[in-house]
């Protein structure tokens, strides 16, 4: 789809002034404004790989009247593997920056709501440049300002090390979420300069992007009333997840990455960092591709990650700081995750293979108690044809059906039901069968035309009145903050979309229960909870 488009120009205030594009229809009718690759920290290159990102400095202009900063492409791809393999051609360490879209016209009372959207890829790829706003800012029901960050993937977000982060005071964990935040933070403090309401955010994001959500609002719970930013969330196709590997247990990965890389284990802490800093990104991510602990995760690290963080969804700390800041949450599945999901770095058929995969992912005593659950005989049984199902199933469940419906659950049980709102997606439109086989039905990712109108594919008229009724209308209200003709009336039920386009509310009470056997069960598996760290 083309994108015809004129320059347009923004007075940012002490920002400065920037150049931006205003998109336009097949009419030469405006669209919405675009800026790509706006900065919101300073560059994490060079000495500051693996340090936590900067803020950029109080004075920091983009550019002036006579010399526009120039904000017409894209944000940087943090090095990674895509599916056309190892394109170094392509990478930039130097991705701390964000696409924003504008409305057209005179923003209302307060400035545009804004959607502050998180991507998804596993926390190991992706970026925001594939998202295409043009249509949801011009067709839809929805106006918003949508910003939409990049940050740190991979090693390069994600690496831990316990003898790093004790021996390098410039070192740092889980800075990926330290990336999200920080430009969660630079939209709280210039998104007026823009016409949004800094007063009016709502985080979002899909997959492992909406995983990043939940953390990013258990981080912002835990701060001042004051220094609080998040007014509600979205959480698409995913949820809180298990509690993250300890220190210790990372360290198996960093072990692995450093004799893969040739680096001696017995020189010091500073002299690893060293030698990792220094080495080229592509070799970095050559060497993690051949790790068996391939994936790069959060890990529990008490400041960032809490080690009571999913312990306080079960005894009701969650629900209660939510229900004093008022945010709500809206979260969801599709009905065949498992499809897409199964063919993201699959084992080999056997349950020793399946169990050493999801180790990739998950600590070891939750990977415990996943086999023990599933392949209580250690056995394939009845219920999957072959381990590769198995695989994507149990990965949808952790990663969304039971988990999500174990945290809704829980809300629920301490009072915070009403907060929620929750559904489910049988429905795809025809525009996903260009990338996502149709007998896949509607799995990962198929729901994105349907949050986004399209993203970037159009829909028919048909499909639009469906969208329009089934999720549209209602993420309007909620982004502008008003009550949401959401349809249930109790905890147990969710809004689903039929596969005919019908929309039912249907009582989720059954799945709900089956679920709360693995959420249980895992609870018991969390990182036991520090002394030091009894509230949320």
């Not at 920091?60 to 393999?85: A, D, E, I, K, M």
């Not at 386009?501 to 249907?506: A, L």
């Amino acid at each position: 789809m083309s994108k015809p488009s004129e320059p347009f120009l923004k007075d940012l205030q002490f920002r400065g002034v920037v150049e931006g594009l205003t998109y336009l229809d097949e009419r030469s009718e405006p669209q919405c404004h675009f800026f790509g690759g706006v900065p919101f920290g300073l560059p994490p290159v060079g000495p500051f790989r693996f340090q936590k990102p900067r803020s950029l400095p109080t004075c920091y202009r983009y550019g002036t009247r006579s010399n526009p900063g120039r904000f017409t492409g894209s944000c940087g791809l943090c090095p990674q593997v895509t599916r056309q393999g190892l394109e170094d051609h392509l990478w930039e360490e130097d991705c701390l920056q964000s696409n924003i879209w504008v409305p057209i016209g005179e923003p209302p009372k307060g400035g545009w709501p804004v959607l502050f959207y998180i991507h998804g890829g596993f926390l190991q790829f992706g970026n925001p440049n594939d998202m295409d706003m043009r249509a949801l800012l011009s067709d839809s029901p929805t106006r918003c300002i949508v910003v939409a960050p990049a940050y740190r993937l991979n090693l390069f977000g994600f690496l831990s090390s316990s003898e790093l982060l004790q021996a390098c005071p410039d070192f740092g964990v889980n800075l990926g979420f330290w990336d999200q935040r920080l430009a969660l933070q630079w939209t709280w403090e210039n998104i007026s300069y823009f016409g949004g309401n800094p007063s009016n955010i709502t985080v979002s994001g899909y997959s492992a992007g909406a995983h990043s959500v939940f953390h990013q609002l258990a981080y912002d719970l835990g701060v001042p009333d004051k220094k609080a930013i998040i007014k509600r969330v979205l959480m698409l196709s995913n949820g809180p997840g298990v509690q993250p590997k300890s220190l210790a247990e990372s360290d198996h990965q960093f072990r692995e990455l450093l004799a893969a890389l040739n680096i001696p284990l017995s020189l010091p802490p500073s002299e690893k960092l060293a030698k990792l800093r220094a080495l080229p990104a592509r070799s970095l991510i050559e060497a993690t591709s051949a790790l068996h602990l391939h994936q790069f995760r959060a890990v529990t690290d008490t400041t960032f990650v809490r080690p009571s963080l999913i312990a306080s969804l079960s005894n009701g700390a969650f629900a209660k700081r939510l229900k004093q800041r008022g945010v709500k949450i809206m979260m969801g599945e599709c009905s065949s995750e498992h499809f897409l999901y199964g063919l993201f770095k699959p084992p080999a058929p056997s349950y020793s293979a399946l169990s050493q995969r999801l180790e990739a992912d998950y600590p070891s005593a939750a990977v415990s108690v996943l086999m023990a659950h599933y392949f209580p005989d250690r056995k394939l049984g009845t219920k999957f044809k072959s381990w590769t199902e198995a695989f994507g199933h149990i990965y949808a469940d952790v990663q969304i059906h039971v988990l999500e419906r174990g945290m809704a659950d829980s809300l629920a049980k301490h009072g915070a039901g009403e907060l929620l709102h929750r559904y489910r997606i049988e429905w795809r439109a025809a525009c996903v069968d260009g990338k996502i086989p149709r007998q896949f039905g509607p799995t990962h990712t198929s729901d994105l035309p349907i949050w986004f109108w399209g993203n970037g594919d159009a829909l028919t008229g048909a499909e639009k009145l469906i969208v329009t009724e089934a999720f549209q209308k209602p993420l309007a209200q909620f982004l502008n903050g008003e009550a949401v003709d959401w349809g249930t009336e109790r905890d147990a039920q969710i809004r689903t979309l039929k596969g005919d386009g019908r929309v039912v509310i249907e009582d989720d009470g059954e799945k709900t229960q089956e679920a709360l056997q693995l959420w249980n069960a895992l609870d018991k598996a969390n990182v036991p909870r520090s002394p030091r760290d009894s509230k949320l």
